[in-house]
């Protein structure tokens, strides 16, 4: 038996005990506990590694410490890539990471970061919170015994670091490239060599010429990686990535002992991390554009040829994965709050943007 067979018997054996005992009061923790959170950033990464900390640093002012967050970046108790196991068994009480690196275990938990030309970081919270896209992170949740909320945005992320320019689609073929999720597998559409690395390990292998290019986030998280002092060469507009939600995830089992209060702070928690962060990626990234390009970096855009074949690519991901029902299901409300969404924004705040740039020049 597989584990989603093995998770959905249970469940309705799980019903029927219920029916069996209503009413019985539900089992809180009591007393002070110390909670373990396990991320998918090296310590001190720019941004994301703010938001795991203010998750965890909220969660424990908001409770008055009785629950006090302990955060172990990646490889302090498990590796980056370790997180979703160790809170699925229990080793760990939480992680904070992105999703997207977790399509191994469903493809659909790509949405809870980023797919390609998938949605900007507003028109995700417009879904996440307002158009059922919580929900169905809940629901694919429960198949893992999880508890999850988006914890932080990046953002719309860079199209990536290379050490050549791209002037065609051919020029991906054979080339070593450190690009996470649905994006990537678009990318190895291209003939390009998809490596998924941890991103306190991106600069080493950029470095020691394992992989020919990287996309990390944006300026400010890239410059702070030092990804400038390897290439000079760098794509500011990416199709893998408008706007990457970054979640915090409980083991359902931990997170259903806390008290009422405390499952609505850790939610409140997550929520304000979300906002924080995003803004505080967007406030950072145009100061340190600008100082890339004073340092010499040439800022570039891929030529619509490249875009057309990002695109092509992309759709083809999605088409493989149409048939898995909770995948599909996802991409269809996913794509239909986004064209909802946009449709609006661009009539609004595309149309300002666009007079106040030409008003103001």
Same mark, same amino acid.
């Given at each position: 038996?597989?584990?989603?067979?093995?998770?959905?018997?249970? %469940?309705?054996?799980?019903?029927?005990?219920?029916?069996?005992?209503?009413?019985?009061?539900?089992?809180?923790?009591?007393?002070k506990r110390t909670l373990t959170l396990v991320t998918t950033w090296g310590r001190g990464l720019a941004g994301v590694h703010d938001a795991a900390q203010r998750c965890a640093d909220t969660i424990t002012a908001m409770t008055d410490g009785d629950l006090t967050v302990d955060l172990k970046a990646a490889g302090e108790l498990v590796g980056a890539? $370790? !997180?979703?196991?160790?809170?699925?068994?229990?080793?760990?009480?939480?992680?904070?990471?992105?999703?997207?690196?977790?399509?191994?275990?469903?493809?659909?938990?790509? +949405?809870?970061?980023?797919?390609?030309?998938?949605?900007?970081?507003? $028109?995700?919270?417009?879904?996440?919170?307002?158009?059922?896209?919580?929900?169905?992170?809940? $629901?694919?949740?429960?198949?893992?015994?999880?508890?999850?909320?988006?914890?932080?945005?990046?953002?719309?992320?860079?199209?990536?670091?290379?050490?050549?320019?791209?002037?065609?689609? $051919?020029? +991906?073929?054979?080339?070593?490239?450190? &690009?996470?999720?649905?994006?990537?597998?678009?990318?190895?559409?291209?003939?390009?060599?998809?490596?998924?690395?941890?991103?306190?390990?991106?600069?080493?292998?950029?470095?020691?010429?394992?992989?020919?290019?990287?996309?990390w986030i944006g300026p400010w998280a890239d410059e702070k990686a030092g990804f400038q002092e390897i290439t000079k060469i760098y794509y500011t507009a990416g199709f893998h990535e408008p706007g990457a939600g970054l979640s915090l995830a409980f083991n359902r089992d931990v997170f259903e002992s806390f008290t009422p209060a405390q499952q609505k702070?850790?939610?409140?928690?997550?929520?304000?991390?979300?906002? +924080?962060?995003?803004?505080?990626?967007?406030?950072?990234?145009?100061?340190?554009?600008?100082?890339?390009? %004073?340092?010499?970096?040439?800022? &570039?855009? +891929?030529?619509?040829?490249?875009?057309?074949?990002?695109?092509?690519?992309?759709?083809?991901?999605?088409?493989?994965?149409?048939?898995?029902?909770?995948?599909?299901? !996802?991409?269809?409300?996913?794509? %239909?709050?986004?064209?909802?969404?946009?449709?609006?924004?661009?009539?609004?705040?595309?149309?300002?943007?666009?007079?106040?740039?030409?008003?103001?020049?």
């Open positions: 038996m597989d584990r989603r067979s093995f998770l959905r018997t249970s %469940a309705l054996g799980g019903t029927a005990a219920a029916a069996a005992g209503t009413l019985a009061a539900p089992a809180y923790a009591q007393g890539f $370790e !997180v979703f196991d160790a809170v699925t068994s229990g080793q760990a009480d939480m992680y904070h990471g992105a999703d997207y690196y977790f399509v191994g275990q469903h493809p659909a938990y790509a +949405f809870f970061t980023a797919v390609p030309f998938g949605m900007t970081a507003q $028109e995700l919270a417009n879904w996440y919170y307002q158009d059922g896209g919580h929900d169905l992170h809940d $629901e694919l949740g429960q198949i893992f015994g999880l508890k999850s909320f988006l914890g932080g945005n990046t953002g719309a992320q860079a199209g990536g670091w290379f050490r050549k320019e791209i002037n065609g689609p $051919e020029d +991906f073929n054979g080339l070593k490239f450190r &690009m996470p999720g649905l994006g990537g597998k678009a990318l190895g559409k291209l003939g390009a060599s998809v490596q998924n690395l941890p991103g306190g390990e991106v600069y080493q292998a950029l470095a020691s010429g394992a992989i020919d290019g990287t996309e702070i850790c939610e409140i928690a997550a929520g304000e991390a979300h906002q +924080f962060n995003l803004s505080q990626f967007l406030a950072e990234n145009g100061a340190a554009l600008q100082r890339l390009a %004073a340092g010499g970096v040439k800022i &570039m855009e +891929f030529p619509d040829a490249v875009w057309d074949a990002f695109g092509a690519a992309s759709m083809e991901v999605h088409a493989e994965n149409m048939g898995d029902p909770l995948y599909k299901k !996802v991409y269809d409300s996913a794509m %239909a709050s986004m064209t909802s969404s946009s449709a609006w924004i661009q009539r609004s705040e595309g149309t300002y943007r666009a007079q106040r740039d030409r008003v103001l020049g």
